[in-house]
């Protein structure tokens, strides 16, 4: 069995068992308060249990995990007042990645893997435009025609737009409006960077939830600086993540200890604004993803940005102080203080506006799976270097990566893109041939055919890599439904 994780203490130390680290938490509290700290203590313990991590750098803070602290009293003093006789300052295996590609492994997914549902949100699409999208993704799956990148979207949108007609039967009217509108918001995802986090290699989880050779869990760090100033792509990025490990993962029950820790920082930006639709995939996938061996773990501001039906959910909780300035502080701090299990010994709203930097209301599971009583302790002291480190302090660290060079060269194969062009080529080449022939001929008849091209196209692919059928998880697909999975 995995020893306990030492979070907190008060007059007692507090634990979180490792066996009910999958039934997700939730560390929240004003900016200031200590959040960053506490999610630094948990994800170097679930480390030293050989649990991969996941966490992204918004503030850029977080990469002193790599190093060994030491250069902060206050984190010296914490460890006395623990009593901790054998602490020992200590760095962690950590992969950096970055979806621009410069501050760590680049991070890329396709267009087909993020599926339309998606890239609505991150497309700012309404019903209609979305449901046009829909229909081009429908188009090219039914053709066999993988949509690899931002130039393999765009050259579906024209193709379907051009046939419109031709397609209405089969697929439904197509809006010329709709379709420019996709295309002038493609544009400004590429503008900020969308040309480098669509395309191949795409990610492959398994290289997060790797251990070093001390059997410790990679704790892997996204550089989220540049992405949150795109807050839609931000947390629509994250949550793909988190559906492709829901996807990707077999079904393994309840534990002693999770496969991989997944801490969802700036959670707000999740539910902001989304679809009801999307609201109850968000639902589904953290309803079901402990089954994965998978904990979330989200990091919010305030409680009140958490769905109460995904708050629910929510286990192990670490509340930090809550400022009660305006009516809906004040509503916060009562939330807050509600969704504790009650301690007789403290007054829990009068407690969150009290408390200090790095104290918080801690309440974890039992065993059994029941809350413990809140209580109103000190976070444990963290072994690694508090705050940002050197440029060439990361680079080496991202040079001596088990997986240096392997995302780092893009891949451009035979994709949509591509294989459109050649269709359009062959009509070009029949139409000469025609008029030199003054007659029609099969191929001509075969070329002029929109259905005929993409039969014809499909087939190929078919006896090709190409040929594999492109399915989407719960959160990509067409229609909510899950199957098999593209690689």
């Not at 599926?115 to 209609?128: A, M």
Request: aromatic share 6%.
């Amino acid at each position: 069995m995995a020893d306990p994780i030492l979070i907190a203490k008060d007059n007692e130390e507090i634990y979180l068992l490792p066996k009910m680290s999958n039934r997700h938490g939730l560390i929240a509290g004003a900016t200031g308060t200590g959040k960053s700290v506490t999610l630094r203590v948990m994800a170097e313990s679930f480390s030293k249990l050989g649990i991969p991590v996941f966490m992204a750098d918004v503030k850029g803070d977080l990469a002193g995990i790599c190093q060994p602290g030491g250069d902060n009293s206050k984190v010296a003093e914490r460890a006395t007042l623990f009593g901790l006789s054998d602490f020992a300052y200590t760095a962690f295996p950590v992969m950096f990645w970055d979806v621009f590609g410069e501050q760590g492994h680049p991070l890329r997914t396709t267009i087909s893997e993020m599926g339309p549902l998606l890239l609505t949100r991150v497309l700012n699409l309404n019903d209609t435009q979305g449901g046009v999208l829909s229909l081009v993704f429908k188009v090219a799956d039914d053709n066999g025609l993988l949509l690899l990148d931002l130039k393999d979207l765009r050259s579906m949108l024209q193709f379907v737009a051009d046939n419109a007609k031709s397609l209405t039967t089969q697929y439904g009217n197509v809006s010329a409006a709709s379709v420019g509108a996709i295309q002038r918001r493609l544009l400004e995802i590429e503008q900020q960077g969308g040309d480098k986090f669509f395309g191949e290699p795409a990610l492959n989880m398994d290289d997060m939830m790797q251990t070093d050779d001390q059997g410790r869990g990679f704790i892997n760090i996204m550089a989220a600086d540049k992405l949150m100033q795109s807050p839609k792509l931000y947390a629509t990025f994250l949550l793909w993540m988190l559906s492709e490990l829901f996807e990707n993962l077999p079904e393994v029950g309840d534990l002693e200890k999770p496969k991989m820790v997944f801490f969802f920082d700036e959670a707000h930006l999740l539910f902001d604004d989304a679809p009801d639709a999307l609201l109850q995939k968000i639902e589904q996938v953290v309803r079901l993803i402990r089954s994965k061996g998978i904990g979330v773990y989200f990091v919010s501001q305030n409680p009140l940005d958490i769905p109460d039906v995904v708050l629910g959910q929510l286990g192990n909780r670490v509340q930090h102080a809550l400022r009660a300035f305006t009516p809906r502080d004040q509503k916060a701090v009562k939330a807050a203080a509600t969704t504790f299990r009650q301690n007789p010994d403290l007054n829990v709203e009068a407690a969150i506006t009290e408390l200090g930097v790095g104290e918080a209301l801690v309440s974890m599971l039992d065993e059994k799976g029941t809350p413990g009583i809140v209580r109103r302790a000190l976070i444990g002291p963290p072994h690694s270097k508090l705050g940002a480190i050197t440029p060439e302090q990361r680079q080496r660290v991202i040079q001596a990566s088990i997986i240096a060079g392997h995302y780092e060269n893009a891949i451009d194969r035979e994709s949509a893109c591509e294989m459109l062009k050649a269709r359009a080529e062959q009509t070009a080449a029949a139409l000469q041939d025609q008029a030199a022939a003054s007659k029609p001929s099969p191929l001509m008849k075969e070329a002029t055919s929109v259905i005929g091209a993409f039969a014809t196209s499909a087939a190929r692919a078919v006896g090709s890599s190409l040929g594999r059928q492109i399915i989407r998880g719960v959160l990509g697909s067409l229609f909510g439904g899950s199957s098999g999975r593209r690689r």
